[in-house]
């Protein structure tokens, strides 16, 4: 087992530099160059999503395999298309203002679980090389198998397509130790962990940015107004799928007492069982294990399967369980994150009960991830959203699709932020916008020094002279106009040469005059072309009348452009 650990360690930290050498590449690579890669790996993904599902069911022994190809398609095909157009090299934003230039991060860190390794693996491979980051993928060591055939299929592609070839790669070797040298690595940029709670605690821990996204445990409330019949539909559809392995897939059931009657005999047609007390009793017994966390035997398993653990008997024609549940918290093993197609089941008095129950069951422990809602009543929905905490609120539709973006417009992502409510750094379905620094340009648009007038201050000598805050002035005055003081007596022509403002105590033996661009004369007449001209000489120019003359190798800054632009105060020469 040492050895083991020294392995994976070893591969770890090989694994890191050989992808940091190909980010260095991949980061000079131009948008249409990055666009082709990923579109031939999404294509490689797509084209084998039924064999990787079956792989990673026979693998882990999760879910269903038609199930895990739809997730598997959804993180090839939707997630790309979504993604396609979005601009990750160079200006990827401009307006007047403000210039905003994208720069890719380095190497991704990707933690991939057991319960959807393979559409994990796919989208975190198409969001990192699409913002022009490498990537090194740590399998977990019950999906390792699946992960690194998905890794292998959309590598393949990328290379014939001219990605570099080491960056990605699927470490071999899975183990925590190897995890944990990953996330730490000194070139290891950012952390896309997506695990347990223990697993997202040590990425942040990690001293790196991370992406970590918390446990769902997800409350739907059915409000009196819904439509009934579609509303079980929509929750067996969402808890069903993939038997429940989505953290964003139903866990609890919050119904109006209104429709409480109609729901139940909805679910009953619909394949839901509701379970007796004593029933209720021995299924959750073994939901979770003595610890009270829960059982990860349970886990993706169908809803016979788990009745048969608990040696309860249910109908052939069974899709979920269904309990009605008397709390939120340890001692009510129904309210915990099941990941299963069961459901607990709870019934309340309005809109104020519901909320205060859905808040209770998220912080018990689906704090930040998801909630759900079926109504008719847009308000309701908006009044019971704000009262969530958490960063979807699916409104009349199944909450698994809905919150990875399938079923509604939310950025389709196979990783759902949680915000500061769940521990998380975003609130955010994670894309490639996260794995990009911006940089922004930024023009000046509210002026911080403005045209002053010099002022002479007559000291009790009788001479002139000036205060300190005065030559701090003329300092600036110089400094941003290019105003140079000059005799007197000599013609108010700037000079190109800097002068020294005089000490303080010294007399002041010249004056400050009034800027006139060098192309003009005193009369006006055209002279040489300028070679800098400042929104200040544009304003001086329009006050007197007068024109620039200049020429290609002038230099404009954007507010003299725009201005003298509109003012036609410039005279090519």
Known sequence: MRDKDLAAQQEARDSVEAAHSA????????????????????????????????????????????????KNRFA????????????????????????????????????????????????KVIISIKSRNAIVLSPHPSAAKCIAETTRIMRDAGIANGLPAEAIHCLQTSSIEGTETLMKHKKTAVILATGGIGLVRAAYSSGKPAFGVGPGNVPVYIESSADVQKAVADILTGTCFDNGTICASEQSVVVDSAVAAQVREQFRRQGGHFLNPKESELVGEILVTPQRTLNPAIVGRSAQHIASLAGVSVPDSTRCLLADCAGVGRDFPWSIEKLSP??????????????????????????????????????KAIEYGKKMPASRIVINSPTTHGAIGLSTDLAPSMTLGCGSWGGNVTSD???????????????????????????VVSSSTGRRTVSRDQVAALVDKFLSTKVTEIPKSEPAIP???????????????????????????????????????????????????????????????PSARDLGEEKDVFARV
């Open 23 to 70: 980010f260095l590449l991949l980061s000079g690579f131009d948008q249409a160059k990055i666009d082709s890669i990923c579109e031939a790996m999404a294509n490689a993904a797509l084209a084998d999503s039924a064999r990787l599902g079956q792989l990673a069911h026979e693998e882990t022994g999760y879910g269903k395999p038609e199930d895990k190809r739809e």
């Open 76 to 123: 090839a095909e939707d997630v790309w298309n979504h993604f396609r157009s979005m601009r990750t090299v160079g200006v990827v934003k401009e307006n007047e203002s403000i210039v905003e230039i994208a720069s890719p991060r380095g190497v991704v860190a990707a933690i991939i679980p057991s319960t959807n390794p393979t559409s994990t693996a796919i989208f």
């Open 342 to 379: 069961t459901l607990a089941f709870f019934v309340v008095d309005g809109v104020e009960q519901a909320a205060a129950k859905c808040d209770e069951i998220l912080h018990f422990g689906g704090m930040g991830h998801t909630a759900g809602m079926h109504t008719r009543d847009r308000q």
């Open 429 to 455: 379905n994670v894309s490639p916008i996260h794995l990009m620094d911006i940089k922004r340009v930024a023009f000046e648009t509210k002026p911080v020094n403005r045209p002053f007038a010099a002022q």
């Open 495 to 557: 000079s190109e040469r800097p002068v020294a403002v005089p000490p303080i105590d010294s007399p002041v033996k010249t004056v400050i005059h009034e800027f006139k661009p060098q192309s003009l004369t005193e009369d006006g007449d055209k002279a040489d072309p300028v070679d800098f001209v400042s929104e200040t000489d544009v304003r001086a120019a329009i006050e007197k009348g007068h024109k620039i003359y200049i020429n290609s190798k002038t230099i404009l800054t």
